[in-house]
């Protein structure tokens, strides 16, 4: 089988990556025929990439020449003595990356320039804070006549998913295991993309659920609506804004989930903890509906497993009626404080 076939990369997603990272990078030809090789801001309107340059220099003289504009995103690195404990050939990197290619096109609609404008403020100063940029805006009008606008046509995108695709089932559960198990920052997500990548691989032992639930070990910024509408409605969160959970959500040191066969999510669990001495359990829910079918107590066990918390010597929660519940896992209720725990109430 071809490479390609391995980790093609869906056009859809690959258009994601490029308008979702940071930063992306710039390959063209000058006016000299020299390369240039430059780093952007971009963002993707419609069926376009835009950036931004200045009227005179070499991003503005690749104009009307083919180029390449890329993004990527490395997943995980994966040592070789994962596959072999001699061999240092198997070491790889599992990476997400996506280029377009196409010529660059100068824009000179003044409209279409602010949108561009507007749409990179949107993106990287979300929280707003100026007036929202208008070609015919008094403020903006030489700003957006004297910048230069370029684009390029997502017609012919194409992305690359390296996520051990073409590892066997039996190599895929030591990946996974491993991921698990080292527990750096991005490998919770990482555990997560590589079985999403292989849907064929077995659930390793850490990662069963009840039939039809899918554990993730890396809920992200698509889940947190989702969790919103799980956790409102609980008594604890009786008085607490929706934008205000959110929040909390995503400021988790760890934060798993389970979606089910549709992909919408049905439980989700987090905790707050410094990865060696404590950690603090909060906003664990089940959708209702799934309730009674033992995925609450998956959740909680691969929350208790979550690498910034499993060698916490303490955790702690607080529940008005699930005692029995997490008494399974070991917690016990403390009735008797020593008068040296503090708490503010705000
Ligand atoms: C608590 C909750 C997360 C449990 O999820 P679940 O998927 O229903 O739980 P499971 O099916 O895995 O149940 C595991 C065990 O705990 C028991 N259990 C579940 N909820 C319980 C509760 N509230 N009180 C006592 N025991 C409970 C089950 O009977 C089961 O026991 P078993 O292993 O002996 O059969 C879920 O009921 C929920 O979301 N409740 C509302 C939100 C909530 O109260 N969250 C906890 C706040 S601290």
Redesign the pocket.
Known sequence: MRKQEFFGMAREQAVALLAAAPVVRLAGVGERGQPVLRTLHAVVLGEWLYFHAAPVGEKSEAVGREAVIAADETVATIPSHVFDPERACPATTYYLSAQAHGALVGVDDPALKARVLQALMEKHQPEGGYVPITADDPRYRGAVRGIAVVGVPLTQVDGKAKLGQNRSADDLGKVLRFLWARGEPGDPRAVDLVRAANPGAPTPEFLLA?AGARLRCALGPADVSAAVE?LAG???NVDVPRDRIAQGQLASSAWVGAHDEAGALI?T?RALGDGARWAY??D?????S???????????RLLLDHPRVRGCRRVE??????????R?FGFRECTELSGREMALQR
């Not at 664990?284 to 209702?288: D, F, L, Y």
């Not at 799934?290 to 909680?300: D, I, Q, S, Y």
């Not at 929660?317 to 997490?326: E, I, S, V």
């Open positions: 009840p799980l609980e008594y604890w439980a669990g359990l909060l664990i829910a089940v959708a209702e799934w309730r009674g079918r033992g995925l609450g107590k998956a959740l909680v929660l607080r529940t008005r009626d699930g005692h029995a519940f997490y399974g």
